[in-house]
């Protein structure tokens, strides 16, 4: 896809194609197995405890035989993009630049296909190295709308699985986010706005109806990620994809009354149609 050989740079080439320049030149990281193993560690611990931070999390590492400051562990969750489910210091104020959306999910009861999305990343760990999976899935029906796996936390990644979605589904009424910068910036919002969806955000470390994304990263992760090591990025984006198909097709859910999410989705759109 990219030609290193063209006259054309491989910024332009980038650019045209629609795909950020990082990717391009991304390797898979060189990360030492110690410290793969130490961040599979938090990522379960995080998984188990998401209201930690990095001192309660550091206690439990170091109860589970790693030798690891508060510091290093502040590090790797931001270099993992995760942190702990509770208020944050300076929650109020928005990153330079990036307007915040007020939560609009207070006390609404989500019954509808189709009626609010919500959207999250987390990390994947490979065999050498880790990738960013990010998802959509339909609150009331559990179902993966759309997905990627991507090696940055960029907005563009963010828009591409909504124009995805988006094509393939319709507009839903809310899409609901946490405050990431990859939800907070124009390129990802104003997909959303121009669609006519309204934009619903968490507040900062909050996790409110993000637990519904929450809940897809445990079954992920424990169904499948933590079974397999991925030897590069395109065989995590296969088996992941694979997965994720599984997952909406085959795999019932209790909450939605032993359902699969495509079952689900396609009688409440059903119901919908007869309403109307």
Known sequence: ?????????????????????????????????????????????????????????????????????????????????????????????????????????????????????????????????????????????????????????????????????LANYGTPEIVNTDQGSQFTAEEFTQVVLASGAKLSMDGRGAWRDNVFVERLWRSVKYEHVYKYAYASVSDARAKIATYLDWYNCDRPHSSINEQTPDEAHRALLSQLKRAA
Request: aromatic share 6%; hydrophobic share 40%.
């Open 1 to 165: 896809m990219i030609d290193r050989t063209d006259k054309l740079s491989i910024s332009r080439q980038a650019k045209l194609l629609g795909i950020s320049r990082g990717s391009v030149y991304y390797l898979p990281q060189g990360v030492s197995e110690a410290e793969m193993a130490l961040m599979r560690q938090l990522d379960e611990l995080h998984l188990e405890h998401p209201f930690m931070g990095a001192r309660q999390l550091v206690r439990q590492l170091r109860r589970l035989g790693f030798e690891v400051g508060r510091l290093h562990v502040r590090t790797l969750m931001l270099r993992m993009g995760i942190e702990a489910m509770a208020p944050q210091p300076g929650s109020s104020k928005p990153a330079p630049g990036h307007k915040i959306y007020p939560y609009l999910l207070r006390n609404v009861t989500v019954e509808r296909a189709n009626q609010v999305w919500a959207l999250d990343t987390t990390y994947i760990p490979m065999r050498q190295g880790f990738v960013y999976l990010t998802a959509i899935v339909d609150v009331a029906t559990r179902r993966v709308m759309a997905h990627k796996v991507a090696t940055t936390l960029e907005a563009c990644h963010a828009r591409e699985i909504m124009q995805e979605a």
